[in-house]
């Protein structure tokens, strides 16, 4: 078992954590300026990766630039992993790989606070990687206690490259937020991202 065996059951159930689900809770959010390496990769990319139709192409095609702009956005003051093994507790089955992960620290050669889990759906609905996303943000907060990192808040994004679902996780709660950003939208979707990890900061 790992962390993408988890459903929202399952981290109810053995977890115990509770899992509030509204609206607006990023909304509120303005986009960011991005740059126009960013626009123009998107504008070729997204319908090529769309309609290579896997999760390997909107990984590579998407997700990837999206997040390196977010790091080029906060001046490489974050460190972005991808396909990083992360066993917290393996007894609770928090371990396994993890898509993305973007720690609030400039080391890039570890893992050191983690803020932001980032799952990619295996298929076409972001509600699909709920329980993984909560399982890998609970499992952060435990590795920042342990580590004596004091970072209440542990955020999580859920996308299929074309849509993003976002979440927070703050006092064994999973706050899920009901509404997807298309990346249509990236400055909204990349706007997101960098405020959660300021208020990280």
């Not at 396994?96 to 076409?124: M, R």
């Not at 890998?136 to 004596?148: P, Q």
């Not at 849509?163 to 950003?181: G, V």
């Amino acid at each position: 078992m790992s962390y993408s065996d988890f459903t929202l059951k399952r981290v109810k159930e053995e977890l115990n954590i509770n899992v509030v689900e509204n609206r607006d809770i990023f909304s509120h959010i303005k986009g960011t300026q991005i740059s126009d390496i960013l626009l123009t990769i998107l504008k070729y990319n997204v319908p090529l990766a769309i309609a290579i139709g896997t999760e390997k192409a909107r990984s590579e095609m998407i997700v990837v630039n999206v997040l390196i702009e977010v790091k080029k956005i906060l001046e490489d003051k974050i460190s972005l992993f991808s396909g990083i093994n992360f066993d917290v507790d393996k007894a609770r089955s928090l371990n396994g790989f993890c898509d993305f992960i973007i720690s609030n620290s400039p080391e890039q050669f570890y893992l050191n606070a983690p803020v932001i889990a980032i799952v990619e759906s295996k298929d076409d609905k972001t509600t699909s990687g709920l329980g993984q996303c909560v399982a890998e943000m609970y499992a952060s907060s435990i590795f920042n206690e342990k580590d004596e990192q004091q970072l209440p808040t542990i955020y999580g994004a859920i996308t299929t490259g074309n849509n993003w679902r976002f979440l927070k996780y703050k006092d064994n709660t999973a706050f899920i937020d009901l509404d997807e950003y298309p990346i249509e939208n990236a400055s909204k979707v990349v706007g997101i991202l960098v405020k959660m990890v300021n208020q990280t900061a």
